[in-house]
């Protein structure tokens, strides 16, 4: 089983910056894919961005502002520029370990106008 922690939400202006971290707690090594979902009000939950091995893979919403990144078997970030309104929802990283997935808690992002 992979437990996973959010954190690095918060209130930001829009075309500022936010940078959202993940970490990964028991059998981290045995996460094959880590992903950047969120879920704003009103609306279903959406692929932000993922990483598998080497590759990464980008909502065309967030394509050329958000990078992905998984520095180590631990932590998995999510560095997020030029933030607009729209980006304003409740963000998730899941984890996929020997293929089952695994949900952290959320964080919350809003960005105002």
């Known amino acids: 089983q992979v437990q996973l922690v959010e954190t690095g939400g918060g209130l930001v202006q829009a075309g500022g910056s936010l940078r959202l971290s993940c970490a990964a707690s028991?059998?981290?090594?045995?996460?094959?894919?880590m992903g950047w979902y969120r879920q704003a009000p009103g609306k279903q939950r959406e692929l932000v961005a993922s990483?598998?091995?080497?590759?990464t893979n980008y909502a065309d919403s967030v394509k050329g502002r958000f990078t992905i990144s998984r520095n180590n078997a631990v932590n998995t970030i999510l560095q997020m520029n030029n933030l607009m309104p729209e980006d304003t929802a409740l963000y998730y990283c899941?984890?996929?370990?020997w293929g089952t997935g695994y949900w952290g808690q959320g964080t919350q992002v809003t960005v105002s106008s």
């Open positions: 899941r984890a996929v370990s």
């Open positions: 028991r059998n981290a090594f045995s996460i094959s894919t």
């Open positions: 990483i598998t091995g080497g590759r």
